[in-house]
């Protein structure tokens, strides 16, 4: 169960847009339509934002985007805004019906 | 209002046993499945136990399976991890989380656990 694979930190400006790859193989992210997205705040709970791949729960964001092309599942985040800084994690079901999560990526507004 | 408590954690020697508990409330709790999570201190999420709305179907993560057990009382309303034999690297912040479909959609604040001599 080798978590999945994301960049340790990424950054841009207000107003930018950025992606955060999550990266996995044929027995996760390639092969289900199973992939969630999850914004941490310091100190704070996990809060789901996106799953299956590109939908969005009720209340978030369309400034949140998500996508996937075989093994690499991606998250958008249009519109840069101070609020969005935050640790983001990728999640995906596998064929041995168990979740791994991605190590998760630092996002820095600057 | 819909939420997830969790009780339970604490300090326990190696080789001790910690049971947690997650009280749900606003919304019908045997349709879901329900999940636990971990997080050591400033690492990631670490996916550790899926259980079924009936109970009938429990999934662990490899690096607890044989020692945790997941349950759940749905009269109670109410997710239980049973943790024994507990290592050092179990140490972490433990949420419980609702899962009806394909993703974690719902988090309790966690509870801490920590595993020391």
């Known amino acids: 169960q080798s978590a999945l694979t994301q960049p340790a930190s990424v950054s841009g400006s207000p107003g930018q847009s950025i992606t955060i790859s999550c990266t996995g193989t044929?027995?996760?992210?390639?092969?289900?339509?199973?992939v969630s997205w999850y914004q941490q705040h310091p100190g704070k709970a996990p809060k789901l934002i996106i799953y299956?791949?590109?939908d969005r729960p009720s209340g978030v964001s369309y400034r949140f985007s998500g996508s996937k092309s075989d093994n690499t599942a991606s998250l958008t985040i249009s519109g840069l805004q101070a609020e969005d800084e935050a640790d983001y994690y990728c999640?995906?079901?596998?064929?041995?019906?168990?979740?791994?999560f991605g190590g998760g990526t630092k996002l820095t507004v600057l | 209002e819909v939420q997830l408590v969790e009780s339970g954690g604490g300090l326990v020697q190696p080789g001790g046993s910690l049971r947690l508990s997650c009280a749900a409330s606003?919304?019908?709790?045997?349709?879901?499945?329900m999940s636990w999570v971990r997080q050591a201190p400033g690492k990631g999420l670490e996916w550790v136990s899926n259980?079924?709305?009936?109970?009938?179907?429990?999934y662990y993560a490899d690096s607890v399976r044989g020692r945790f057990t997941i349950s759940r009382d749905n009269s109670k309303s109410t997710l239980y991890l049973q943790m024994n034999s507990l290592r050092a690297e179990d140490t972490a912040l433990y949420y419980c989380?609702?899962?009806?479909?394909?993703?974690?959609?719902?988090w309790g604040q966690g509870t801490m656990v920590t595993v020391s001599s």
């Open positions: 606003g919304f019908s709790f045997s349709n879901d499945a």
């Open positions: 259980i079924s709305g009936g109970g009938g179907s429990t």
């Open positions: 999640s995906s079901y596998t064929r041995s019906s168990t979740w791994v």
């Open positions: 989380a609702k899962k009806p479909s394909d993703a974690f959609d719902l």
């Open positions: 044929s027995r996760d992210v390639g092969g289900y339509d199973f």
């Open positions: 299956d791949v590109s």
